[in-house]
């Protein structure tokens, strides 16, 4: 067999998981309805708080499992194509049993084989993602009073936003139509796919969440489904997979981060969630968590929000957790090791290439063939701070000089005439990623992702 025959074989069989995964909406299927967080609000604020009641539809998978195994026994491993198809469709498998199981404790395992749990070690040997958390939610409690002195935040409302947010995505999305909406169900403050972004209603954004979701939303998960529906032969590429969630995830929160949007308060919201799923699954309950995010100075509306993100499918006595929110900051790691890695290695057009669709890290050193020879084109849309690459590279290459320091601030004691030396870094934890570790895959890099 010729590898063009290898190649449209296992382009064939792109298609055909891609037409088994079709009716799975992993995130939707979890997912409670508005009048939750009403009915839960109203009973606490009348000093009856209760668990939440929640009902999951009952669903069986068991012939998508049939098709995902048929369509993996009939790749090639040793090919490029159908090593990946071979992990997406492992990945779907996975969430289908998840989805089978919704509602029950079974649930915590299927959710730590897609995503990781808090314990799990951070890329490069770092530490766990629950003490990089821990790490950030101190430096933000440490910060949170000055910051608020020097910047005040200003609040707009979800119209204000939404008539802020369109024009600069017809702007930017000129061979599209992405229409901003306003969702009154959405629990979280946005979501994104390829044809729209939905808001929050009756929410007040600052403008850190302004730049937030135009950057988070519009320009990776939009930016990333468009791409790959504009390729012409991967089918899998709009849509990805469950593996894919860590990255794609991780390349958002990194496009905060590059391109100044990503402010502390967003930083501790991401570690809350991580330290919340560790409760969760250590027994704390839907009320406990609730009442840890409102004591972590979160409004009564963003702490069920929160709560209910770590009990997406999950029982809600304790025991049990959604263990998504855990990919935030080990993706974030991954995705800023990689880039460096990148610049290292005078591979850029390597980084580009992650936007090409829905990919994970390894993806894109596993495929290099495959861009090669253009059975992936190139993507579409790049974000503006990734067309800046000068400015891209500068920041990379302080972060790999920074990185072969040990960085100490001096600064006066006080009480006495003398100054001492700190550490850069809260309470002792390097967080940092160690020297150009990335994915585990091809390329010689090995951070861990667990989407």
């Keep these: 067999m010729t590898d063009a025959d290898a190649i449209a074989r296992h382009v064939a069989l792109d298609a055909r998981l891609v037409a088994a995964v079709r009716g799975i ?14 009915t839960f609000l109203a009973a606490w604020k009348s000093g009856n708080i209760r668990l939440p009641t929640v009902a999951y539809a009952k ?23 159908g090593a990946y198809l071979i992990a997406n ?14 509602g029950s404790y079974r649930m915590t395992a299927y959710s730590t084989r897609l995503y990781g749990r808090p314990v799990e070690m951070l890329p490069g040997d770092g530490p766990t993602n629950l003490e990089a958390a821990r790490h950030f939610i101190g430096l933000a409690d440490d910060m949170d009073q000055e910051l608020r002195e020097i910047e005040p935040e200003a609040v707009m409302s979800a119209e204000t936003l939404r008539d802020l947010l369109q024009p600069e995505i017809d702007a930017f999305f000129v061979d599209h139509r992405i229409k901003v909406e306003l969702d009154p169900e959405l629990i979280a403050k946005a979501a994104a ?10 929410t007040g954004f600052s403008d850190y969440d302004h730049q937030q979701l135009l950057v988070h939303e519009a320009f990776v998960h939009t930016l990333t489904g468009l791409n790959g529906r504009e390729q012409p032969q991967l089918q899998s590429l709009a849509r990805g997979s469950p593996r894919t969630t860590a990255t794609q995830e991780g390349l958002a929160t990194f496009a905060e981060l590059i391109s100044g949007s990503m402010d502390i308060e967003r930083m501790k919201r991401i570690s809350l969630r991580i330290v ?110 990734m067309r800046r690459a000068n400015g891209l590279a500068g920041m990379l290459a302080f972060s790999l000089f920074a990185n072969k320091i040990r960085h100490r601030v001096r600064h006066p004691q006080i009480g006495s005439g003398g100054d001492r030396a700190t550490q850069g870094s809260h309470q002792g934890l390097d967080v ?20």
């Design 25 to 38: 909406r992993l995130l939707d299927t979890v997912s409670w309805p508005a009048s939750a967080q009403e």
């Design 193 to 202: 796919s390829p044809t729209r972004i939905r808001i929050r209603t009756n």
């Design 276 to 385: 919340a799923i560790d409760m969760a699954i250590d027994g704390a309950d839907f009320v406990q968590v609730f009442r840890f995010f409102l004591d972590a100075g979160q409004t009564p509306e963003d702490s069920f929000a929160s709560a209910q993100r770590v009990f997406r499918g999950a029982p809600l006595g304790g025991g049990a957790a959604f263990t998504k929110d855990t990919v935030y900051l080990h993706g974030l790691l991954g995705v800023h090791t990689f880039f460096r890695w990148c610049l290292r290695h005078r591979r850029l057009s390597m980084a580009r290439q992650l936007f090409a669709g829905k990919l994970a890290l390894e993806d894109v050193f596993a495929l290099q063939p495959m861009f090669d020879a253009g059975v992936i084109a190139p993507p579409h849309y790049v974000p503006p701070w």
């Design 59 to 81: 669903t069986d998978f068991t012939e998508v499992r049939a098709e995902l195994e048929a369509i993996a026994a009939a790749a090639d491993a040793d090919h490029p194509l």
């Design 89 to 102: 469709a492992e990945s779907w498998r996975i969430a289908t049993r998840l989805l089978d199981a919704a």
């Design 432 to 451: 940092a990623p160690r020297e150009e570790h990335g994915p585990r895959g091809p390329g010689g890099m090995d951070a861990d992702d667990a989407g």
